[in-house]
């Protein structure tokens, strides 16, 4: 764990500190790999009307889309860095998404049925099962053909060879989450927003923290693929 931390630290410095050509090249796709993310918060802001008349229609219709947007935002992260990795640093993240496209819905769809009653119980065990199958959409996106059981049972297996760090990252993205939420919260009472800002204020903080929370995330799985493989 500690040599992958190292790796991880090493390329973040490289990339984010470093005001070069790779610098400028990484950051659009990165934003532009977030776009799942952003169209559902801008779909989720409008549909509260109706998640107050029907909670449980929206919740049906959202769901899905949450599920697809959220594994999407974290693939096309993965894919802009292992363009990055290639040198190819302007070109946007290409690939038909038909391979993958179904398994990714059916395991980031399974994977929140048990987030879900796992968080609301108590946010310890929701912040477990996340670090468990922390590497879900980057498998399905690596290995497409696979079955279903199997990017589950590969994802644990990766979990339970670098359980600190996974932890850590499942933790960091929950405190986060709630950081972004509670901090918006704070200042609509305060009604130092008005709803326009509200909108964009959301829209930027989701943004942001989906950007440093996939590329951290996806970079943590391309270390711990290219160490397993070294090693």
């Given at each position: ?23 400028i ?8 790999a ?14 509260e ?9 929206v919740?049906?219709?959202l ?19 292992l ?8 070109k ?7 391979p ?11 994977l929140g049925l ?17 670090s ?5 959409p ?33 933790f ?32 930027f903080?989701?943004?942001?923290g ?8 996806a ?8 160490y397993?493989?070294s090693?």
């Amino acid at each position: 764990m500690i040599a992958i931390l190292r790796v991880m630290t090493s390329f973040f410095k490289q990339q984010c500190l470093s005001f070069n050509k790779n610098w400028i090249s990484l950051f659009p796709g990165l934003f532009f790999a977030q776009t799942p993310e952003a169209a559902l918060i801008l779909i989720n802001k409008f549909s509260e009307g109706i998640l107050t008349e029907s909670p449980k229609l929206v919740f049906l219709l959202l769901y899905p889309l949450y599920c697809l947007a959220s594994a999407l935002s974290s693939v096309l992260t993965f894919k802009v860095i292992l363009l990055q990795s290639n040198g190819q640093f302007f070109k946007a993240p290409s690939q038909r998404m038909g391979p993958f496209f179904f398994p990714l819905l059916l395991t980031s769809m399974g994977l929140g049925l048990v987030m879900i009653p796992a968080t609301l119980a108590f946010i310890i065990p929701g912040i477990y099962v996340l670090s468990r199958y922390l590497f879900l959409p980057f498998l399905v996106f690596s290995f497409p053909t696979q079955k279903f059981g199997w990017y589950f049972s590969e994802s644990n297996s990766l979990f339970h060879r670098n359980k600190g760090i996974c932890f850590f990252t499942a933790f960091f993205s929950f405190l986060i989450s709630a950081l972004s939420f509670f901090g918006l919260s704070f200042f609509q009472e305060q009604g130092s927003l008005s709803a326009p800002s509200a909108i964009l204020t959301e829209l930027f903080l989701g943004i942001l923290g989906s950007l440093f929370l996939n590329t951290w995330t996806a970079t943590l799985f391309w270390e711990i693929s290219k160490y397993e493989r070294s090693s």
